[in-house]
């Protein structure tokens, strides 16, 4: 399960209804406990495709993940997944999506429509890494 | 002996240690000593045809072993490789 407010919510709509027509993306810090996952802060990272491939594509580069890493470890707090946008398509996970995810990390999907946000569900990798798994959402 | 830095999301599967021991005086040597200590992990870092998975980056300081020989790069005992994944999708 991923709780988080209503208002971290908020903001990682607004950030993907901002990048619109381009995916946008960035990092679900908080604290772990067992399969409960509670985001305490975002850190939203520009998309680092090439800007022909960013309409369907996104990329946190080794070198925002290693940011992203310290700024947890700065704030107390351990990464805990990634969130992202799907610009006028289902906030389903992408075949494209299954081939990069990492285990254990949620991935926060927000459709973007006409550059309205739409809503976000979350998804697991399964362990043998055939699908994706959805996790429930508890707003705070 | 050379140490592997796990990063967070694959630490459920070396028990939650952030660091773990290896041996190997190649980066290939000390992958293979990581999954042999730790099975699990195999198919989140190779994959089916046993080549790294896109989004494995290793680092010897600052430098990406894809700049230097890759996973032949030669390690010393002291060396610290760190694991750092490129987190992407569509």
């Keep these: 399960m991923l709780e988080l407010s209503s208002l971290l919510l908020a903001e990682i709509q607004a950030h993907g209804a901002q990048a619109y027509p381009e ?85 926060l999907i927000t459709s973007v429509y006409q550059g309205q946000a739409g809503e976000s569900r979350c998804w697991l990798l399964n362990e043998d890494r055939s699908a994706f798994t959805e996790e429930e959402i508890r707003l705070l | 002996m050379p140490i592997i830095k796990i990063p967070t999301p694959l630490r459920s599967y070396t028990a939650n240690q952030s660091e773990v021991t290896v041996q190997g005086q190649t980066a290939a040597e000390a992958m293979q000593s990581l999954v042999e200590q730790y099975p699990a992990l195999h198919p989140h870092l190779f994959n089916p045809e046993g080549k790294l998975r896109p989004y494995v980056n290793l680092f010897l300081g600052e430098d990406n072993l894809r700049d230097l020989q890759g996973l032949e790069t030669p390690l010393k005992e002291t060396d610290q490789l760190r694991l750092i994944p490129s987190i992407a999708g569509g």
């Design chain 1, 23 to 107: 995916e946008g993306a960035g990092f679900l810090l908080g604290r772990a406990e067992g399969e409960r996952k509670r985001v305490l802060s975002i850190l939203p990272r520009p998309n680092a495709r090439e800007q022909a491939a960013r309409h369907n594509r996104y990329l946190l580069t080794a070198q925002d993940y290693l940011q992203a890493e310290q700024e947890a470890e700065r704030q107390g707090l351990d990464l805990l997944g990634v969130f992202h946008s799907h610009p006028d398509h289902p906030n389903r996970p992408s075949e494209f999506d299954r081939e990069w995810a990492m285990p254990w990390f949620s991935y």
